[in-house]
């Protein structure tokens, strides 16, 4: 069907940068500049510069970087890794494909991990934590950071949902070991088709992972110094970031902007329960997602839906739920009870003013 309101929508967003982009790629393809050339090592100074670290290392994906990262920081075996379920699985199958076990805890009604649970699942296997920061909000890094410091824990920041979100003095993703950016087509960055990238401050993680995301193979010695693997982020992708990125934090801005509409539009209507607003406190939250509760969240998609506007549900089942992942013995009663009632609305710096205020008007009639 035909929507007013797409929930993404990609080819307006290239419409827009379209000159810039095809520029970019027509260089790395007159030149031949395909695997890691300068446009590579540009975006990588750019992004260490966007988050404030000294390193960022470009990757295939998030999920890489949150396995490399992992890998990197030597998690493995024997190991238990505190995550939360109410992510997307990447997180938890790094853990489990480093051969380590995931602890799940629940998470907050702003749907990051309840930092208050940690210390409660520490046992003396616990070596890491995987904060969240989903939906552009971040996970109380002061707490996770002072609980890791005092236990000798690493933390990797699963900052896939965040990059630009602040919360008081610290950035997403730059606070951790390693901070796991996603460049998904649909993140606050997105490139055209997969990629990721760690970024940290430690020159020995950030050695390690160029090594496994390139066969452990150290280029100028012909070295090969560990077994790895193949996930460099492709030439031309960087290519294509580098346009992007200048962009950015005006796209920020623009997110911003829209959630203080959705905020003023849908305050107090029905039963519906609105993430934090964009100006609340020390939190600088970006707004990857848009994200509402209601107890009539069916109901509410489908009318939406009829009335041509896409929304999306992450995630109608909790990671922890899906038997073949062998989780389901953690019981986390928020994590479940928001699976049920939370839906996404368009959010993306393209949408116009009279887009959101659609959107808006419709859940208005929903409960009218
Ligand atoms: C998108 C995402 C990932 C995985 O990133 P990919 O680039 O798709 O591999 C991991 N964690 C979270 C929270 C994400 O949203």
């Not at 260089?27 to 975006?43: N, T, V």
């Not at 970031?241 to 902007?257: G, P």
């Not at 994200?291 to 109608?316: A, C, M, Q, Y």
């Not at 899906?322 to 953690?330: E, I, R, V």
């Amino acid at each position: 069907m035909e929507y007013k309101v797409r929930f993404v929508n990609y080819p307006e967003h290239y419409r827009r940068i379209w000159n810039e982009v095809i520029d970019a790629m027509s260089e790395c393809l007159s030149k031949g500049d395909l695997i890691a050339r300068r446009q590579l090592e540009e975006f990588e100074a750019n992004l260490a510069r966007f988050v404030g670290t000294k390193y960022a290392v470009g990757l295939n994906s998030g999920t890489d970087a949150l396995l490399l990262s992992l890998k990197a920081a030597g998690i493995g075996k024997g190991h238990e890794v505190i995550t939360v379920s109410h992510t997307f699985v990447a997180t938890i199958t790094s853990i489990v494909f480093n051969g380590a076990t995931p602890k799940l805890i629940d998470v907050g009604a702003d749907m990051e991990m309840d930092v208050s649970k940690i210390e409660k699942a520490m046992t003396k296997k616990t070596r890491a934590i995987i904060p969240v920061h989903l939906n552009g909000r971040m996970t109380d890094m002061r707490i996770v950071n002072t609980i890791a410091q005092e236990n000798g824990l690493i933390v990797v920041e699963d900052a896939a949902q965040a990059l630009g979100a602040k919360l008081g003095n610290l950035n997403s993703g730059a606070s951790g070991l390693t901070g796991c950016f996603s460049f998904y087509p649909a993140k606050m960055l997105g490139c055209a088709g997969d990629g990721g990238a760690i970024v940290t401050d430690d020159e020995e993680i950030a050695r390690k992972v160029k090594l496994l995301r390139d066969h452990g193979f150290k280029r100028d010695t012909n070295e090969l110094l560990m077994y790895g693997y193949n996930s460099r982020l492709d030439n031309i992708q960087a290519a294509i970031l580098n346009v992007k990125m200048k962009y950015l934090s005006d796209w920020i801005e623009r997110r911003r902007n829209i959630a203080t509409i959705y905020d003023r539009g849908l305050k107090g209507v029905g039963d519906l329960l609105l993430p934090p607003g964009p100006t609340l406190g020390e939190y600088y939250d970006v707004f990857q997602n848009y994200v509402i509760r209601t107890e009539k969240r069916d109901e509410l998609f489908e009318h939406l839906k009829r009335n041509g506007v896409e929304t999306l549900i992450s995630w109608p089942r909790p990671t922890h739920l899906h038997p073949a992942l062998g989780l389901t013995k953690f019981k986390l009663p928020m994590t479940e009870k928001i699976s049920k009632t939370v839906l996404s609305l368009p959010m993306y710096p393209e949408l116009k003013d009279e887009d959101v205020r659609y959107v808006i008007d419709t859940v208005k009639e929903f409960y009218r």
